[in-house]
């Protein structure tokens, strides 16, 4: 008799080897397409939207290249998801997590092809994991007391972040950049308040960062253009038509003259509270609602600048620099906190009129302004900045630093090779692919430079074999060098989130036996 | 068949359009039955024990969930078979009674079936096995209560709770912190446990993830966390011996009910109106300022207004918390809500010792921790992990282990795991069926195998060789007259379950046992199944 069958029409179910080849294989797809981006010469993708206008985006972000992907194989979607989560939690280190985690399967499917079981290999990868981390904890260092090395390895993080992006150029410019913005964080990894303005034009050198605020916004007409000792009121306040709040309110005439006395009445609502802000004693009003132009006019009769439609973010920002509180409603001017800032005056970028606030008292915001020569670049030096901002950001506040060039991932394999050597049964196999999949890593970091990848990664496995090397690969000489000579650093915990990320989705995908998919919903025809 | 002729040897109908519905009938009805039922089982026998393996489901909209967890197979398999139903019925039962074996029950109804259809096979009324079935399964459950055992917990001794609760914990994928983990369920369930009356209300355990840093990061909170931020960005992010107003109405004009107008016909009018409004929002802040509130917690938004005022009178303020945290916050903070400004008084204030705000990774998410509260009675279990499908799966898993903690400081009874339970039981009732007279001994019997299929699937997912691993221990209890031995899934060296504390509470056995027979018999009756074929 046939087998009943058990699932909705078009539910499929994978099972047992089955199941495995299907994820063992999406994942290595998913790794093999990023892989090439990784390192200093690696490549970038081109990704083409299906919306309108087929907008185009050139990246070299694992996480970027991921996002825009429409996978259907499952397992993909969980290094995809990895990737994503690396990105939100460290910013960097986004292709590494997916490469490692893809190489980690590939040994394990020879493995599970030499019939060890999944769970053995799961035990294995997990001591492995832990030597690993512990070795790299063993090595790291930590500047933190001395203030003046603290900020060359700032610099060398993020040089060595920037070296495989767009940005490579002119890594030396941006690398400061951005440790300068996140310097003046204080500590805080709140990366809102550096602001990043793109304006195209120029070349990416002419990049800088100010000091003060800018704002994407133009200065009323007939306002003045530059206003010295400004005090700043922001506000988050109904600048058009101020409605009557309460509930089923509604305006009933029986007379044309009512009309024209009511519309007086809103004016004259409005005119007061304009009164009101200028009781302030300001000459600048931000505001993140729409003025319209009656009270534009009052603003500008009283000599104050006044700038409307500053979205949310501008707004906190500004309120973040200049001190201020976002107010809304303006009854006591004696309490409500002013901003402050020295000069605020009109500047050109490019053809662009923006607003600059400088000489704030906070000096806790900074904006980044990005030139260059077309929207992609600009986009794409953005993800680069956005990527370094963040290492260096996670690494202000947990200042431990490893060497990079693939020198963390031939310090781990040395050590876990160690481990197998020691661990009887059939984990050591295991533990011995754990250490494989981590030299894979700077396998393809030399293979995407066009070097030999075999003879490059033998050289540095003998170097690694004496105590306390710094060997790594260096793609600019194309041979092993001496990586704290060179200024290749990484943050331990960029590496230490690739390590266990990996670790963990590698073990997640083995332990599955069995795939059953859904029937896709139906959606309704529109046609 | 379903046609049937009256005296004058005219047919006439009894299904309606039955030529458009497919129908199986008797013994094939009963196989096809059992077929499905087995078939679902199968699916989930490989996920038995600590070495057993997960499943990858993908949703109709292409979300992935990986999980181990039984219930959450099988609810999100899209089962179209009728039986099939069942089972998933089966499991989720289990689900919301015990929170916990909720594979182990689909196993064992699918050995059940698979010894029934032998039984058919060779003649025998399915009414008649099923009643075997019956018998067999009070046999069990009595022989369970003899050889639990219970044993003794304080709330300053939570070792055998906890190891109970590692045993749950050790199927799952995260059994490489299951210590901790299971620490932390029980030392939740011990927070918000009622030792007096023996009960615990799980609503009172918040279970809240948030992808990001290691599962070794997942901790217990004494509090309340709510994934919400500020109203006001310049608000303070940290509040010391919170007072807490805890309020269901919005810091808005008032909206009645009825439907009304306010019709504005003269400039005075639009003038007072317009005073009142503003008074209205003078008088929310105050009224929360006069009671001594030191932080406003609100089930729905502000007006910029009433947002700016607030930030004003340096009165810090969350919006849009949802119902159900409300009353969590509520209970923690030993305040009570409010619906109407009017009724606040400062006894309605909720106390907490620290409210803080706090940020996570490079994104702007912040979460609000509300700790130290007055009434330590509700708790939060903060999961990290590398993933969401890792943060969903940990949530499973403490589900499970936080029921297995509540049904112990119901029942402390427990009985052996690792098979042990269910060989001992397959012991007892083998004995037991000798004595029987009538064809029900065969059923008995049969059921006596079934059980033994669960230590079966056990030794057989951890790579050993099921038959003789089972026969071994089975008659090493026999010999030993030792109830405690099971199978060594995890290579310990020992097959004794109380040497490797492996225990599992005593209803949850009693429970997979009673559901899956109950299950089975309800199987075994249908003889007729109608269903309209495909158009």
């Not at chain 1, 019939?115 to 997990?126: A, D, L, N, Y």
């Not at chain 1, 993080?157 to 300068?180: G, M, P, R, Y």
Request: glycine fraction near 8%.
């Amino acid at each position: 008799m046939a087998v009943e069958r058990l699932f909705k029409d078009e539910a499929t179910e994978e099972k047992g080897e089955r199941a495995r080849m299907a994820s063992f294989v999406g994942a290595m797809a998913i790794a093999d397409l990023v892989k090439t981006t990784l390192g200093p010469k690696g490549m970038d993708k081109i990704l083409q939207s299906t919306g309108r206008g087929h907008s185009v985006t050139v990246t070299n972000d694992g996480a970027t290249i991921l996002k825009s992907l429409h996978i259907d194989n499952p397992a993909a979607k969980v290094l995809i998801d990895i990737s994503k989560v690396q990105d939100d939690e460290v910013g960097d280190g986004t292709t590494s997590v997916v490469v490692l985690a893809g190489e980690l399967l590939r040994e394990a499917e020879k493995l599970v092809g030499s019939k060890i079981h999944p769970m053995t290999i799961i035990s294995g990868f997990r001591m492995a994991a832990d030597c690993a981390r512990k070795a790299l904890l063993d090595r790291v260092k930590d500047n933190k007391d001395d203030a003046e090395k603290f900020r060359s390895d700032l610099m060398r993080i993020a040089k060595t972040t920037l070296s495989s992006k767009i940005l490579s150029q002119d890594k030396e410019h941006f690398a400061k950049l951005a440790v300068d913005a996140v310097m003046r964080l204080k500590g805080s990894t709140n990366l809102e308040s550096i602001q990043i303005i793109k304006k195209a034009g120029g070349s990416l050198k002419d990049s800088f960062l100010d000091e003060g605020f800018i704002l994407d916004k133009k200065i009323g007409l007939g306002q003045p253009k530059r206003i010295e000792n400004a005090n700043i009121l922001v506000a988050n306040t109904a600048m058009d038509t101020d409605k009557v709040k309460i509930y089923g309110a509604r305006v009933r005439v029986d007379s044309m003259a009512k009309v024209a006395q009511i519309e007086g009445a809103e004016k004259e609502k409005m005119r007061e509270k304009v009164q009101k802000i200028i009781g302030h004693g300001i000459n600048c009003f931000v505001n993140r609602q729409l003025i319209y132009n009656f009270p534009e006019e009052l603003f500008a009769d009283a000599g104050i600048l006044a700038i409307e439609h500053a979205d949310f973010d501008g707004i906190e920002r500004l309120a973040l620099v200049t001190g201020g509180e976002i107010a809304s409603t303006f009854d006591n001017p004696e309490s409500v906190k002013l901003g402050h800032c020295k000069l605020i005056e009109e500047i050109m970028i490019g053809e662009d009129k923006l607003i600059h606030f400088s000489g704030v008292e906070m000096g806790q915001a900074c904006t980044i302004v990005l030139r260059g020569a077309s929207f992609h670049v600009l986009d794409e030096a953005e993800r680069s900045l956005h990527d370094a901002l963040c290492v260096l950001s996670q690494t202000v506040n947990d200042s431990r630093v490893l060497l990079g060039g693939g020198w963390p991932e031939m310090v781990m394999a040395k050590a876990v090779d160690e481990l197998a050597r020691k661990t009887p049964g059939k984990k050591s196999h295991a533990i011995e692919a754990f250490s494989r999949a981590l030299i894979a890593i700077p396998t393809t970091i030399a293979d995407n430079a066009g070097l030999d990848s075999a003879e490059l990664v033998a050289q540095l496995r003998a170097e690694h074999h004496k105590e306390d090397s710094n060997a790594g690969i260096d793609v600019i000489t194309g041979a092993v060098g001496d990586m704290s000579v060179l200024g290749i650093s990484e943050a331990f915990k960029v590496k230490q989130a690739v390590l266990l990320s990996a670790t963990e989705a590698a073990e997640m995908i083995l332990r599955v036996d069995e795939i059953i998919t859904c029937a896709p919903r139906r959606r309704e025809d529109r046609m | 068949m379903a046609l049937a002729f009256d005296e004058y040897g005219r047919p006439f109908i009894i299904l309606r359009e039955q030529e458009s519905k497919s129908r199986l009938r008797g013994i094939d009805a009963q196989k096809a039955n059992i077929s499905a039922g087995v078939a679902v089982s199968r699916i989930l026998r490989t996920s038995l024990g600590p070495k057993g393996m997960d499943k990858m489901l993908q949703s109709p909209d292409g979300d992935i969930t990986i999980t181990n967890d039984g219930a959450t197979i099988l609810e999100q398999m899209d089962v179209d078979n009728q039986i099939g139903k069942l089972m998933v019925e089966l499991s989720r039962s289990q689900d919301y009674e015990i929170g916990d074996g909720t594979t182990g029950v689909v196993v064992l109804a699918g050995a059940l079936l698979e010894q029934a259809e032998k039984l058919l096979e060779r003649g025998i009324h399915p009414i008649r096995v099923a009643e075997g079935f019956e018998i067999s399964s009070k046999m069990a459950v009595d022989h369970l209560e003899k050889i639990s055992h219970k044993f003794d917990f304080s709330a300053t001794n939570i070792e055998p709770l906890v190891q109970t609760c590692m045993t749950t914990l050790s199927s799952k994928i995260v059994n490489r912190c299951k210590r901790s983990l299971a620490e932390i369920a029980v030392k939740g369930v011990m927070a918000v446990a009622d030792l007096e009356r023996k009960d615990v209300n799980l609503d009172l355990i918040k279970v809240e993830g948030k992808v990001g840093g290691k599962l070794e990061d997942t901790e217990l909170v004494y509090g309340i966390i709510v994934d919400k931020d500020m109203s006001h960005p310049q608000m303070p992010k940290q509040i010391e011996d919170a007072k807490i107003a805890i309020l269901t109405c919005p810091f808005e004009p008032p909206k009645p009910k009825t439907k009304h107008k306010v019709d504005i016909d003269t400039v005075e009018k639009f003038q007072t109106l317009r005073k009142q409004e503003q008074q209205y929002f003078d008088d929310m802040v105050q009224q929360c300022k006069d009671v001594g509130a030191t932080l406003v917690i609100c089930q729905w938004g502000f007006d910029d207004e009433a947002n700016h005022l607030l930030m004003h009178r340096n009165l810090p303020a969350v919006r849009w918390v949802g119902g159900v945290e409300l009353e969590l916050i509520a209970i923690a903070t030993g305040g009570r809500i409010v619906p109407r400004f009017q009724e606040l008084t400062t006894e309605k204030l909720g106390k907490a010792g620290l409210v803080r705000e706090k940020a996570f990774g490079t994104t702007k998410d912040r979460m609000l921790y509300i700790e130290h509260c007055a009434n330590s009675k509700a708790v939060t279990v903060f999961i990290r992990g590398g993933n969401k499908m890792m943060i969903e799966e940990t949530k499973r898993s403490i589900h499970d282990a936080l029921c297995v903690a509540r049904n112990l400081i119901r029942n402390n009874s427990i009985v052996y795991g690792g098979g042990a339970a269910e060989i001992s039981c397959s012991i007892a009732v083998e004995a037991a069926a000798d004595k029987y007279p009538g064809v029900e001994q065969y059923a008995i019997r049969a059921f006596a195998d079934a059980l033994d299929s669960v230590p079966m699937a056990l030794a057989e997912n951890s790579g050993l060789q099921p038959i003789e691993t089972v026969s071994a221990v089975k008659a090493q209890q026999i010999k030993e007259n030792n109830h405690c031995c099971g199978i060594d899934c995890n290579d310990t060296g020992t097959n004794d379950m109380r040497e490797q504390n492996v225990f599992e509470t005593l209803i949850g056995k009693q429970q997979q046992i009673l559901l899956a027979t109950q299950v089975v018999k309800m199987i075994l009756k249908i003889d007729d199944v109608i269903s309209p074929t495909e158009y």
